[in-house]
């Protein structure tokens, strides 16, 4: 078996056939796909059994509600594909994806092949990540690691084809149940770190679909659960060897700071009490001055600069008007 699709499954009945249709109407046909219903409410799992039961190529797992992260942990224990493809189960692949990838692993062999990802919005496709890399093998670890970093570009995992024995299947669900922020960085540092051959295909393959998204309604524990996730890959970061890696990981962090501010405006009427909780964190704030004095500082856009600085000086006031600004801007 060449490849393994795995999809968790929570709550998208709406968009679930046509994500499920994308995958049994490859181009190429050797692959199997393994789909998680992660305690769904609503027909997801009815709509998961019916298709499984006319295509003997695909398993489904009925599960109590865990979260994404769980999920696909549960998912990838059952494959058996020489790789591992994600796709989330409100997205669709693009007709020919596996049968552009094949070749190319046919060819290389590598550990992780990263490719590109239209954005669907309004039944139309556009750009959703830049083009970081030219075509092959990514040999630069530094500039990888910066990308992957300071940026969410390369974090998620339904744009890689792994090499099945690359993912860690000894991860105890039970210390990741209901992480609710940052799933795609808890995979993929650990993974970039273990993987030695990298290649990069500038195709877009994936159509990832802009629904409600995670930044379009405040969540108390959005800082929380990425200061969390911060936490958690510093041992695997701190295995690649990096002489900057704690800088390049508070950037990561001060970006979750700001979205956790900008946040805010989600609020009516808007408040920014919840900023107290990185202005007031020893964590954040021995990763701000790591951040402030590196060369990294100046990567980050100014308006997110100047928030960071207000929150780690505990303007509030400050704080409070620029959130009514962006309220009134954005129309919320």
Known sequence: MK?????????VERWLEPCLDSIFCQTFQDFELIAVDDGSTDGS???LDRYAASRPNMKVIHQENQGLFAARLTAYKEATGEYCIFCDSDDTLEPDALEILEPVIEEHHPDILQYRIYMMKDGKKSDFDRQWFPDGWITDRKRLFQVLLTTYELQSMCKKAIRRELLDCSLDP??????????????????????????????????????????????EDYYREYRRCNRDVRPALKKEGLADWESLLGVHLMHAAYGAFH??????????????????????????????????????????????????????????????????????
């Open 45 to 47: 799992g009815a709509i």
């Open 263 to 332: 946040q805010c405006a989600h609020l009516t009427p808007p408040s920014v009490t919840s900023v107290k909780e990185p202005a007031e964190d020893p964590y954040f704030r021995k990763a701000f001055l790591k951040v402030r004095y590196s060369e990294y500082w100046s990567e980050i856009s100014h308006h997110e600069r100047f928030a960071l600085l207000m929150i780690y000086r505990k303007c509030y006031p400050v704080l409070s008007l620029l959130i009514r600004m962006i309220k009134r801007i954005k129309r919320l």
């Open 174 to 219: 039970k210390k990741y149940i209901h992480r609710n922020f940052g799933e795609d960085f808890l995979y993929s540092v650990p993974l970039f770190v273990r993987a030695k051959r990298i290649y990069n295909l500038n195709r877009q393959l994936y159509n990832y679909r802009v629904t409600s998204g995670m930044m379009q309604h405040f969540r």
């Open 3 to 11: 490849f393994s699709i795995l999809v968790p499954v929570y709550n």
